[in-house]
């Protein structure tokens, strides 16, 4: 290409540019923000000049987008792109990438983490030990204590970190199935681990639900009280996806009841909450005592090492390089994808 082209990074993630340059090479000017919190804050003059966008944490809307009168691609950096309006930007022709592969084994690690933590009571006697007063220094008989081995670990959603939970599961000795409507016959041989062909038969045969799936429109409320109690009695839910897949007014229900016995959740529907909070999560902050041992909360945080942020600086630099000057079609979503 013969004219500069110009990449903003409006969030200030890193605190020099010089691997993005690097990357994206000398026929790029890149420009950093000091940290804006919406897209809305960026100069009029700044948006005018913007060939590539990254977008992290920020959302991107149909009147942001229209302030970016030569945008030509928007890296999410990260694996959803749920916070990008797609319909507007596939009517402007501007393509929209993802970097899906940055924090695979730490979503996975995170995903089983938070169900073994639960399934071997770590929290539950963490918990009674920290009380006023302490618990009796004695294991407790709970529904939530089980042996692996008798446990069937259910993944909806088996790509890039449901298979890498898989494998984790596996070697630890569940029963490993899946329900993935995409995925090429073959799989479940090749991985050694059972497929169902509806979520409901899926459901109906996991003790340990671990969500993997992007937030679609397919999505969106996937996994509501309906589906909660398709699991049997003393389920265990994860969570390391995106919030709004999961109904967690029915996850309070059915935990309330006993029906669900335990939860561990990276993500919640509106990051980060806002009041009203969802009851589960002011009756965790509470510490109700109904919730001791049987559910656990982390700050969106599932992605996150040193070498994962890392990466995203990283990966998110090569697609726009491979996609905006190379014009290649590295992660790139398409208009027709959920």
């Known amino acids: 290409m013969t004219s500069m ?6 969030e200030g993630l890193y605190p020099d540019t ?12 890149l420009l950093q923000g000091g940290g804006e919190e ?3 804050h960026i100069p009029d003059e700044v948006c005018a000049q913007v060939d590539g966008l990254f977008v992290f944490r920020n959302w991107l809307d149909a009147a942001d987008i229209a302030r970016f009168p030569r945008l030509k691609v928007v890296v999410r950096m990260g694996v959803g792109y749920d ?12 393509k ?3 970097v899906p592969d940055y924090g695979t084994t730490e979503v996975a690690d995170h995903a089983i983490t938070l169900a073994l933590a639960l399934r071997r009571g770590i929290t539950l006697h963490h918990d009674l030990q920290r009380a006023d007063p302490p618990a009796p220094w004695a294991y407790v008989r709970h529904p939530i204590l089980q042996r692996f081995g008798e446990q ?21 000795g569940f029963k490993v199935g899946f329900h993935d409507p995409y995925l090429p016959n073959g799989v479940d041989r090749a991985l050694g681990i059972t497929r169902y062909r509806t979520k409901e038969e899926l ?8 969500l993997h799936a992007p937030l679609t429109r ?51 529907p509106d990051e980060p909450p806002v009041d009203p909070i969802p009851r589960l999560l002011a009756a965790y902050r509470a510490r109700e005592s109904w919730l001791d041992g049987r559910l656990i909360v982390t700050p969106h945080s599932a992605f996150y090492t040193p070498h994962a942020y890392d990466d995203i600086r990283i990966k998110s630099a090569e697609t726009m390089r491979d996609v905006l000057v190379d014009r290649l079609a590295s992660n790139v979503i398409t208009p027709e994808m959920d």
């Open 218 to 268: 397919t999505t969106r409320g996937f996994v509501g009280e309906k589906e909660l109690r398709t699991l049997p009695a003393g389920a265990v839910v994860v969570n390391t996806a995106r919030g709004p897949m999961l109904d967690i007014e029915a996850l309070y229900t059915c935990m309330k009841d006993g029906h669900i016995v335990g939860a561990g959740l990276d993500v919640i």
């Open 38 to 40: 919406s897209i809305a």
């Open 83 to 94: 916070r990008l309006d797609r319909a507007t930007l596939a009517a402007r022709g501007v």
């Open 96 to 98: 929209v990438c993802n």
């Open 18 to 29: 010089s691997e993005e340059q690097r990357i994206l090479g000398p026929g790029v000017r």
């Open 5 to 10: 082209l110009t990449v903003l990074e409006p």
């Open 203 to 210: 459901l109906a045969n996991t003790d340990i639900l671990s």
């Open 152 to 172: 069937r670990f259910g993944i909806l959603g088996l790509g890039r970190i449901g298979t890498a939970a898989a494998l984790r599961a596996k070697a630890l």
